[in-house]
């Protein structure tokens, strides 16, 4: 087996601040509805309006309808919305890579994780590599989760995670405020947690010489998504995170903003907005957090634990590698295991592109 190693040590050598980066621009969109069913448009978008605090994040746990998402989606979705925008425009969707905000989030915070791995498929297909999740990877990391013992005293995995969907429902309308009535906006409380609906932005952006589109899940807009297409969208990110009462707490709350800032940056939302909870999961406070500010507000502030420039420019080098590695047919795993230093990339599959690419995109791309 060939295999190709870019080690991320030593992170010094991507000190500095050179690398070009293209504003996340949204070109199209999707959502999944409360069934998790696919459906082209915004029909899914939710809007901000801040939740009644004290929040008790714990109200209707026993109701909660949980995405299932053990199923292999692949890039099917963002496949079916690519080529609709293609017929729509008559322009083939060109970039570099393609994939899905998670996928890159993994790859912008390795150089400040060394503690989670992650494993990927890819393919390149008419001058673009193609990226996704390893799913059979993804549920064996779950089910360790799952697995896991949850302290004496301290709530389970399941809940906390149940805590920062509660946190949306009752953060989001289904309209904007000023069309929103007053029983509504109170009646968040009583809503069920339904985590199968989602909005689906497609952004068209760019990391040093790499073209990049990605699809990614937004929480939120602050008001209203504009009429014209060039201006940029006010998103918001919704976030929960335990009260900080000491410089552990801190710590641990430096390491969680480095994934918030690279999902936000990555997608172009440019505020976060976090619910800090206490143990018993009683949201007490609310903080907005500008993303563009958060690497110096760690740099300035904070215990130094990560910093972005090193990320942004990690992440073009990479992808920069990645490209020139990824240069022939078949389909290839992008791997890097916990506690590890290196990301590996080896092909698994000499021809075909191992479902990556669906059918009717292919189809669809051979007539273009």
Known sequence: MNRSVF????????????????????????????????RLGDSSLRFYYPPHLPADLNCGFDTFQKLDDSADEHLDALLATIMVLEKETGKKCEADIITWRGM????????????????????RFQMSSFVEEYNHYKNQQKQRQQNQRTSPGMPSQELMAYWGYKFETLSLLDQPWDSTTREEIESREQLVVNNNAQYCSVVRTGIGKARLVIGGEVDAVWDCKPDRKDDPIYWVELKTSAEIKNDRDMLKYERKLLKFWAQSFLLGVP???????????????????ETASIPNKVKKAGRGTWDGNICINFTSAFLEWLKSTIN????????????????????????????????????WRSTT
Request: charge should be negative; glycine fraction near 8%.
């Open 328 to 363: 022939e047919e078949g389909t290839w795993r992008i791997r890097k295991r916990e506690k590890s230093s290196i990301i590996e990339v080896f092909r698994i599959e000499e021809n075909g592109t191992g479902d990556i690419i669906s059918p009717s995109f292919s189809a």
């Open 7 to 38: 080690d991320i040590q030593p992170i010094g050598r991507f000190y500095g601040s050179n690398t070009a980066i293209r504003r996340p621009k949204e070109i199209t969109c999707f959502s999944y509805d409360d069934q998790h069913s696919f």
């Open 271 to 289: 505020k976060i907005i976090v619910g800090f909870r206490d143990q018993c999961g009683i949201v007490h406070r609310l903080e907005e957090l």
């Open 104 to 123: 890159m989030t993994k790859i912008m915070t390795a150089p400040f994780d060394n503690l989670n791995g992650f494993e990927m498929n890819a393919t």
